[in-house]
């Protein structure tokens, strides 16, 4: 019976993988070239939305900073939650924030690689009593089950629409938003909050779709 152990066996591969890797890290830089697929890889932005409106205010921004980021080849991936099937989380602690996956199997679980492996995830909400949409604001809580992977540096946006336009209107959903990005580590990357904007037709004619192209198309690049 062999005595090797398992460690034995596995790191003369890894020897061999490090040894290649190096060789052609060797080679790259004999060749006075950048690694082109690093350099060139495009920014990924996961974009979710809390409207039901899929001709209203907060999709028209939300619409205009795809457009934008596109533009400047950013890969973007939409969960407009209203249309998906979100449970809300009922605090069991069964995933003990990140150790183990959710029991709720819903598209959450279609949502979550895109959350863990994007540059900068977009928060695009209408303005329901001065917060969050229900509809958004279950997937944030459902962050909980993936808190652990989510921590950690990340850009972010929020757009939103409001019917008002108070100085107070979106005062409450800033502190929230900034609060969260807080302590997640995130980094806010600046935001869209219309006011004026309780329609689609009554956002079309203010300057806030324009902001949300302009900013999809600043923050779209690495
Ligand atoms: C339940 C509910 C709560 C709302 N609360 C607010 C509010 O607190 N302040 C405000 O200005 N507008 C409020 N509105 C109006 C919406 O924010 C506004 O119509 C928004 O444009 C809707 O965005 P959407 O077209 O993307 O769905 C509320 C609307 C609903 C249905």
Same mark, same amino acid.
């Given at each position: 019976?062999?005595?090797?152990?398992?460690?034995?066996?596995?790191?003369?591969?890894?020897?061999?993988?490090?040894?290649?890797? #190096?060789?052609?890290?060797?080679? *790259?830089?004999?060749?006075?070239? +950048?690694?082109?697929?690093?350099? /060139? !890889?495009?920014? &990924?932005?996961?974009?979710?939305?809390?409207?039901?409106?899929?001709?209203?205010?907060?999709?028209?921004?939300?619409?205009?900073?795809?457009?934008?980021?596109?533009?400047?080849?950013?890969?973007?991936?939409?969960?407009?939650?209203?249309?998906?099937?979100?449970?809300?989380?009922?605090?069991?602690?069964?995933?003990?924030?990140?150790?183990?996956?959710?029991?709720?199997?819903?598209?959450?679980?279609?949502?979550?690689?895109? #959350?863990?492996?994007?540059?900068? *995830?977009?928060?695009?909400?209408? +303005?329901?009593?001065?917060?969050? /949409? !229900?509809?958004? &604001?279950?997937?944030?809580?459902?962050?909980?089950?993936?808190?652990?992977?989510?921590?950690?540096?990340?850009?972010?946006?929020?757009?939103?629409?409001?019917?008002?336009?108070?100085?107070?209107?979106?005062?409450?959903?800033?502190?929230?938003?900034?609060?969260?990005?807080?302590?997640?580590?995130?980094?806010?990357?600046?935001?869209?909050?219309?006011?004026?904007?309780?329609?689609?037709?009554?956002?079309?004619?203010?300057?806030?779709?324009?902001?949300?192209?302009?900013?999809?198309?600043?923050?779209?690049?690495?």
């Amino acid at each position: 019976m062999s005595t090797q152990n398992v460690s034995d066996l596995v790191h003369p591969i890894r020897f061999v993988e490090r040894r290649k890797l #190096l060789q052609s890290a060797a080679a *790259v830089a004999a060749a006075g070239v +950048l690694p082109v697929a690093a350099a /060139s !890889a495009p920014k &990924k932005i996961t974009v979710v939305t809390g409207s039901t409106h899929r001709r209203g205010a907060s999709f028209l921004l939300t619409d205009e900073f795809i457009r934008g980021a596109k533009e400047v080849g950013a890969e973007i991936y939409r969960f407009d939650a209203a249309f998906k099937r979100v449970t809300a989380c009922s605090g069991c602690d069964h995933c003990g924030l990140g150790s183990s996956p959710c029991v709720y199997r819903d598209d959450m679980f279609e949502l979550n690689p895109h #959350l863990i492996d994007c540059d900068l *995830v977009v928060l695009s909400t209408p +303005l329901y009593y001065f917060g969050f /949409s !229900a509809q958004l &604001k279950l997937v944030i809580d459902r962050f909980y089950a993936i808190n652990s992977q989510l921590h950690s540096p990340r850009q972010t946006v929020l757009l939103a629409a409001a019917w008002n336009n108070n100085d107070w209107t979106y005062t409450a959903l800033e502190s929230h938003y900034e609060t969260l990005v807080r302590y997640m580590g995130w980094t806010d990357m600046g935001r869209v909050v219309a006011t004026d904007s309780g329609t689609r037709g009554m956002c079309e004619s203010t300057e806030f779709p324009q902001m949300a192209y302009e900013l999809g198309k600043k923050v779209g690049t690495r």
